[in-house]
């Protein structure tokens, strides 16, 4: 009768099984390529796919048929996470992900959450079970949410994020370079001769506010002009937090003669408070918001914004997702620009 093998041995031999990620660092590709060659994605290069099975069959690489199982029970479907209380940005993200799967067979889920409400994670989890999830695209402020990532790693749900900052590996993130938009407003209003200007913000829990003001003084800095503290104030990404902001500052005797607000929302609450204390834009005042959603040009006047292309950037997040992203585009074309129109103009004479 032939011995059975010991532990040590059997323990030896699972030691020596190649591994995927072994796969992975031959074949010089990630993980996440070799996964998909090895479900038959259709969305892998086939000379990509060429090299990948070659090495598997030089290593004799054989995937664990309980985790292939689990990727076949996985549905078609893509889910959207965001706690972000500016709907324009969500509506477009949205818009940019259905571009990206358009044709690909896959549809979107989108799950709204409060990522400071105590259910959050297990909110998330039970999102991402129930509906055997494919993959995910966090959003701001949840992607900035390191919980949340951990948590869709310890699960192995495949995960894309947005941010305004590198917080992940570059097949989890797509990046908005929020700083570089700021930089762009701050030299604007600069080059425009303002000396008096002031900054509204978003909830400080979102690290675009951090990352929009931080470019902003480096813009003013530029030429020599500093954010004042009396000047900076907090707002919340949404209309009524834009008007009560610029009601306060604008109602000074020492009032700013040019407002950055943080987003596109904001900056129309600037415009409505503006009005309403009978200021004239951009005569007495000149105003810069950030998005360039179509809310810019159907205000009066039209706004001067930093356009940051979010329907694009929900586009090759979702691509990146599903591996039908093309490595060879350039980071630049997806940078943010500032975008003059009316609202902007030199300070008014004493």
Same mark, same amino acid.
């Given at each position: 009768?032939?011995?059975?093998?010991?532990?040590?041995?059997?323990?030896?031999?699972?030691?020596?099984?190649p591994?995927?990620?072994?796969?992975?660092?031959?074949?010089?590709?990630?993980?996440?390529?070799?996964?998909?060659?090895?479900?038959?994605?259709?969305y892998?290069?086939?000379?990509?796919?060429?090299?990948?099975?070659?090495?598997?069959?030089?290593?004799?690489?054989a995937?664990?048929?309980?985790?292939?199982?689990?990727?076949?029970?996985?549905?078609?479907?893509?889910g959207?996470?965001?706690?972000?209380?500016?709907?324009?940005?969500?509506?477009?993200?949205?818009?940019?992900?259905?571009?990206?799967?358009?044709?690909?067979g896959?549809?979107?889920?989108?799950?709204?959450?409060?990522?400071?409400?105590?259910?959050?994670?297990e909110?998330?989890?039970?999102?991402?079970?129930?509906?055997?999830?494919?993959?995910?695209v966090?959003?701001p402020?949840?992607?900035?949410?390191e919980?949340?990532?951990?948590?869709l790693?310890?699960?192995?749900?495949?995960?894309?994020?947005?941010?305004?900052?590198?917080?992940?590996?570059?097949?989890?993130?797509?990046?908005?370079?929020?700083?570089?938009?700021?930089?762009?407003?701050?030299r604007h209003i600069?080059?425009l001769?303002?000396?008096?200007?002031?900054f509204?913000?978003?909830?400080?829990?979102?690290?675009?506010?951090?990352?929009r003001?931080?470019?902003?003084?480096?813009?003013?800095?530029?030429?020599?002009?500093?954010?004042?503290?009396?000047f900076?104030?907090?707002g919340?990404?949404?209309?009524?937090?834009?008007?009560a902001?610029?009601?306060?500052?604008?109602?000074?005797?020492?009032?700013?003669?040019?407002?950055?607000?943080?987003n596109?929302?904001?900056a129309?609450?600037?415009?409505?408070?503006?009005?309403?204390?009978?200021?004239?834009?951009?005569?007495?005042v000149?105003?810069?918001?950030?998005? *360039?959603?179509?809310?810019?040009?159907?205000l009066?006047?039209?706004?001067?914004?930093?356009?940051?292309?979010?329907?694009?950037?929900?586009?090759?997040a979702?691509?990146?997702?599903?591996?039908r992203? *093309?490595?060879?585009?350039?980071?630049?074309?997806?940078?943010?620009?500032?975008?003059?129109r009316?609202?902007s103009?030199?300070?008014?004479?004493?």
């Open positions: 009768m032939k011995p059975s093998k010991t532990q040590a041995q059997l323990s030896d031999e699972a030691r020596k099984r591994t995927i990620n072994d796969i992975a660092r031959l074949a010089g590709v990630s993980k996440k390529t070799v996964s998909r060659v090895i479900n038959a994605s259709p892998v290069r086939e000379d990509t796919r060429e090299r990948i099975e070659a090495v598997i069959a030089e290593m004799g690489y995937p664990d048929p309980q985790a292939r199982g689990l990727a076949f029970r996985r549905s078609f479907l893509i959207v996470v965001h706690d972000n209380p500016n709907p324009q940005y969500v509506v477009t993200m949205q818009q940019g992900l259905l571009d990206g799967m358009r044709g690909s896959f549809e979107l889920v989108v799950h709204p959450c409060d990522r400071q409400n105590p259910s959050f994670l909110d998330l989890r039970g999102f991402v079970e129930r509906q055997k999830l494919f993959g995910v966090l959003t402020s949840v992607s900035e949410d919980r949340a990532a951990q948590l790693r310890e699960i192995g749900c495949e995960y894309v994020r947005v941010a305004s900052v590198s917080l992940d590996d570059a097949n989890h993130m797509i990046e908005t370079r929020d700083r570089v938009g700021g930089r762009e407003a701050g600069a080059e001769g303002h000396t008096q200007v002031a509204i913000s978003g909830p400080p829990m979102f690290r675009s506010s951090h990352e003001r931080g470019g902003f003084e480096e813009g003013l800095a530029e030429k020599g002009l500093a954010l004042e503290a009396q900076a104030m907090e919340a990404y949404t209309f009524e937090s834009g008007i902001a610029a009601r306060d500052l604008l109602s000074r005797p020492n009032r700013p003669t040019a407002i950055f607000a943080a596109d929302e904001m129309a609450g600037v415009l409505h408070a503006a009005r309403d204390l009978g200021l004239r834009v951009p005569e007495d000149t105003v810069v918001g950030y998005d *360039d959603f179509d809310l810019a040009t159907r009066w006047p039209a706004l001067t914004t930093v356009r940051t292309p979010t329907r694009e950037i929900g586009r090759l979702v691509e990146r997702l599903m591996g992203d *093309d490595e060879r585009r350039n980071p630049k074309d997806r940078l943010p620009t500032l975008v003059v009316k609202s103009g030199p300070p008014p004479k004493a």
